[in-house]
T-cell receptor, first 116, second 112 residues
Framework: AQSVAQPEDQVNVAEGNPLTVKCTYS??????LFWYVQYPNRGLQFLLK??????LVKGSYGFEAEFNKSQTSFHLKKPSALVSDSALYFC??????????????FGTGTRLLVSP | DADVTQTPRNRITKTGKRIMLECSQT?????MYWYRQDPGLGLRLIYY???????NKGEISDGYSVSRQAQAKFSLSLESAIPNQTALYFC???????????FGSGTRLTVV
C-alpha cells in the first residue's frame, strides 16, 4: 500500500522567515501527491498537488512544493511565513486498491506555528 | 451554502447509544468517504463509496456502518458508541483523484 510520512509533529518559524514542512512518500508507480491545510475548527482545504510535469508545484496562499523522485520527498515550502499560516498541514498520496478504487492516504500531520 | 455539509457539527453522546452522522454534497461527485481524525494519527479511512450500490470498508470500519441513501448523501452510524470513538469525523467527496477531495467541516463527536 502507498504511504506518506511526516517526520515532524510541529514546526516553529518566525514570521517573515522561510518555512518547510516535510513529507516523504512510499509508492509503487507514479505518485499523486497532495498537501492540505486545516485551520482550527475547519475542514481540510486543498493547497496543491503533484500529478505529473514540473517538479515545482505552486499552490494556494503562496505555498509551493517540490517533488523529488530520488529522495521520494514532497516538501511544502513558503518563502516568507505569516502568522496566519499557523495551522495543521497534511500530506497525502493516492492509493489504488485491489478493486481499482482510488482513495487518499494521509500522513499524521504537522502543526506549523508561526510566531510574530 | 457549503459544497459538503456535515451534521451535526458537535455531538456529545453516552456510551452504548446509537448515533448517526450525516453528510450531503452539492458537488455532483460519485465518490464519498468517511474519515476520522485523531491527534497524532492523522486521518484514517472508515468507509468509502463509489456510488449508491458500492460500499467498501476502510482500514478502521469495526464499530461503524454506513448508508449511501443517494448520490448526494452518505451517512455514518455508530451502532453502540464507545469512548474510544471520540474523534473528529470528516466526510469527503471526489470526482477524480487527480483533483483530490472536497471536505466537509467535520463533526466533533464525544462519547462519555
Amino acid at each position: 500500500a502507498q504511504s506518506v510520512a511526516q517526520p515532524e509533529d510541529q514546526v516553529n518559524v518566525a514570521e517573515g522567515n522561510p518555512l518547510t514542512v516535510k513529507c516523504t512518500y512510499s509508492v509503487s508507480g507514479n505518485p499523486y501527491l497532495f498537501w492540505y491545510v486545516q485551520y482550527p475548527n475547519r475542514g481540510l482545504q486543498f493547497l496543491l498537488k503533484y500529478i505529473t510535469g514540473d517538479n515545482l508545484v505552486k499552490g494556494s496562499y503562496g505555498f509551493e512544493a517540490e517533488f523529488n523522485k530520488s529522495q521520494t520527498s514532497f516538501h511544502l515550502k513558503k518563502p516568507s511565513a505569516l502568522v496566519s499560516d499557523s495551522a495543521l498541514y497534511f500530506c497525502a498520496v493516492r492509493d489504488v486498491g485491489n478493486t481499482g478504487f482510488q482513495k487518499l492516504v494521509f500522513g499524521t500531520g504537522t502543526r506549523l506555528l508561526v510566531s510574530p | 451554502d457549503a459544497d459538503v455539509t456535515q451534521t451535526p457539527r458537535n455531538r456529545i453522546t453516552k456510551t452504548g447509544k446509537r448515533i448517526m452522522l450525516e453528510c450531503s454534497q452539492t458537488k455532483g461527485h460519485d465518490r464519498m468517504y468517511w474519515y476520522r481524525q485523531d491527534p497524532g494519527l492523522g486521518l484514517r479511512l472508515i468507509y468509502y463509496s463509489f456510488d449508491v450500490k458500492d460500499i467498501n470498508k476502510g482500514e478502521i470500519s469495526d464499530g461503524y456502518s454506513v448508508s449511501r441513501q443517494a448520490q448526494a448523501k452518505f451517512s455514518l452510524s455508530l451502532e453502540s458508541a464507545i469512548p474510544n470513538q471520540t474523534a473528529l469525523y470528516f466526510c469527503a467527496t471526489s470526482d477524480s483523484l487527480s483533483n483530490g477531495y472536497t471536505f466537509g467541516s467535520g463533526t466533533r463527536l464525544t462519547v462519555v
